[in-house]
């Protein structure tokens, strides 16, 4: 299976997972995000809602970086730049994710 | 190795119809929703800096600007799911067809709009 197919293939299956979060989180987000500091700290550090969100995260930063390295694909000429772009674009979504868990963890302790 | 595909042509190019109107606007809701989830992560992030610092982040959520953020935030993820939705139909092949593809490309872009309302108001009103 050649890396383009293998891509689509993780675009779709991520795109599927990520629906739902989705639509579950911006629900949520216009619930909350104008209420004082002990209710939106508690909804982060509640269960389902500390799992949820991190899926959501990891979900969400996966399909979009594979989505933008598609208009890199697109749009940049040259090969050293978007290779370097791409790099960027893969280790900001992965650093993301585990600093924001980590921290959605530090607020349960 | 030299890569020989064919970059995509400049957009200027094409005559705007609906389908390359929801194209590009799935790519910019993507790269916007990227940097939404960046922010959102910062705002939970902030959290962790205790209740006094985060004053500053309640008074700015509660204004104006703070709001017409969100509801931006939300406008893009609500695009992106009914685009990404389009999408996942054309991948088992339904939906190709000129008039279908013009049909689904409106309720995309229309839909995102009620779809944006819908949240804010439920979210608002019944959910907490």
């Known amino acids: ?109 | 190795m030299k890569n020989d595909n064919p970059l995509s042509p400049h957009i200027q190019i094409y005559n705007w119809h609906i389908s390359s109107l929801v194209s590009i606007s799935h790519r910019i809701t993507g790269i916007i929703n990227f940097a939404s989830l960046t922010l959102i992560c910062f705002w939970v992030s902030y959290l962790v800096l205790g209740k006094d610092n985060y004053e500053l982040i309640f008074i700015f959520l509660n204004s104006f600007i703070g709001k017409f953020l969100i509801l931006a935030i939300v406008w893009s993820f609500s695009f992106q799911i009914l685009s990404e939705i389009r999408h996942l139909f054309w991948d088992y092949g339904i939906g190709f067809e000129l008039k279908t593809a013009n049909i689904t490309g409106s309720l995309v872009i229309v839909g995102s709009f009620i779809l944006t309302l819908l949240i804010y108001i439920l979210g608002k009103n019944f959910l907490i």
């Open chain 1, 1 to 109: 299976m050649i890396t383009a197919t293998k891509k689509w293939i993780f675009l779709k299956l991520s795109a599927v997972i990520m629906l739902p979060l989705m639509i579950w989180f911006v629900f949520q987000l216009v619930s909350i995000y104008n209420m004082g500091f002990e209710d939106i700290n508690s909804f982060f550090v509640k269960q389902p809602n500390k799992f949820l969100f991190s899926l959501f995260v990891i979900i969400t930063y996966f399909y979009s970086a594979l989505s933008i390295s598609e208009v890199f694909e697109d749009y940049i000429v040259n090969e050293k730049l978007k290779n370097v772009a791409n790099k960027i674009l893969y280790l900001f979504a992965i650093i993301m994710p585990i600093f924001t868990i980590f921290i959605l963890y530090k607020l349960s302790l």
